[in-house]
C-alpha cells in the first residue's frame, strides 16, 4: 500500500489542479454573461440632455442604474448616461427616421419621431455601470417643436427606452 501512496498523493493534487481551474474558468463565465439592461417609462429632455426615470430591469441595482425604479441623465454630445446611483454608462447609438405617429403635445407642434439603436461600449469604454456595459440601446424618441418663439426642441419618448 505504501507503494501506491505517490500515485494517490499525485492523483489528489490533480484533482486539487483541476478545481482550481474550474474555480478560475467561472468568473470567466459569469463575465461573457448577458449585460444587465434597464426598460425606462420616461424619457424628456432636449436636443442637448434627456432624463430617464422610471427604469426597471436587472441593471437597476446599486453597483450600476440605482436601485429600481432607476434615473438617469442621458448628455447627447458625450452620449453618456450618468445614473442616480453615480455610476455612468457610455453609448454608441444612431438615428433613423420613420412615421410621425407621435400624439399631439399641447404648444408644439409635432417636428419628427426617430427609432434610437445602440449600445453600451464595452470594457472601460462602457463607463462604470459595469454590468450595464454591451448591453442594448433602443427606442422612440417624439422631437416636438415649441410653437412660439425660441421654437426650442422637447424630446419624449413613445414607448419605453431601454438602456
Same mark, same amino acid.
Given at each position: 500500500?505504501?507503494?501506491?501512496?505517490?500515485?494517490?498523493?499525485?492523483?489528489c493534487a490533480a484533482l486539487a489542479g483541476s478545481?482550481?481551474?474550474?474555480?478560475?474558468? #467561472?468568473?470567466?463565465?459569469?463575465?461573457?454573461?448577458?449585460?444587465? *439592461?434597464?426598460?425606462? *417609462?420616461?424619457? @424628456?429632455?432636449?436636443?442637448?440632455?434627456? @432624463?430617464?426615470?422610471?427604469?426597471?430591469?436587472?441593471?437597476? #441595482?446599486?453597483?450600476?442604474?440605482?436601485?429600481?425604479?432607476?434615473?438617469?441623465?442621458?448628455?447627447?454630445?458625450?452620449?453618456?448616461? *450618468?445614473?442616480?446611483?453615480?455610476?455612468?454608462?457610455?453609448? @454608441? =447609438?444612431? =438615428?433613423?427616421?420613420?412615421?410621425?405617429?407621435?400624439?399631439?403635445?399641447?404648444? =408644439?407642434?409635432?417636428?419628427?419621431?426617430?427609432?434610437? $439603436?445602440?449600445?453600451?461600449?464595452?470594457? $472601460?469604454?462602457?463607463?462604470?455601470?459595469?454590468?450595464?456595459?454591451?448591453?442594448?440601446?433602443s427606442g422612440y424618441a417624439c422631437v416636438y417643436?415649441? $410653437?412660439?418663439?425660441?421654437?426650442?426642441?422637447? #424630446?419624449?419618448?413613445?414607448?419605453?427606452?431601454?438602456?
Amino acid at each position: 500500500m505504501k507503494r501506491h501512496l505517490p500515485v494517490r498523493l499525485l492523483a489528489c493534487a490533480a484533482l486539487a489542479g483541476s478545481a482550481s481551474l474550474a474555480a478560475v474558468a #467561472i468568473p470567466g463565465g459569469v463575465a461573457s454573461a448577458s449585460p444587465l *439592461t434597464v426598460s425606462c *417609462t420616461h424619457l @424628456t429632455g432636449t436636443a442637448t440632455s434627456q @432624463t430617464l426615470s422610471g427604469c426597471t430591469g436587472g441593471g437597476a #441595482i446599486a453597483a450600476d442604474a440605482g436601485v429600481s425604479p432607476a434615473h438617469g441623465t442621458n448628455v447627447v454630445s458625450t452620449k453618456t448616461v *450618468t445614473w442616480g446611483s453615480g455610476k455612468t454608462s457610455k453609448t @454608441t =447609438y444612431t =438615428y433613423t427616421g420613420v412615421t410621425n405617429n407621435c400624439p399631439a403635445l399641447s404648444g =408644439y407642434t409635432k417636428d419628427l419621431k426617430e427609432h434610437e $439603436t445602440g449600445h453600451v461600449n464595452t470594457g $472601460t469604454a462602457g463607463g462604470t455601470a459595469v454590468g450595464m456595459r454591451g448591453g442594448a440601446f433602443s427606442g422612440y424618441a417624439c422631437v416636438y417643436k415649441l $410653437t412660439a418663439a425660441p421654437h426650442t426642441l422637447k #424630446i419624449v419618448n413613445d414607448g419605453n427606452f431601454t438602456v
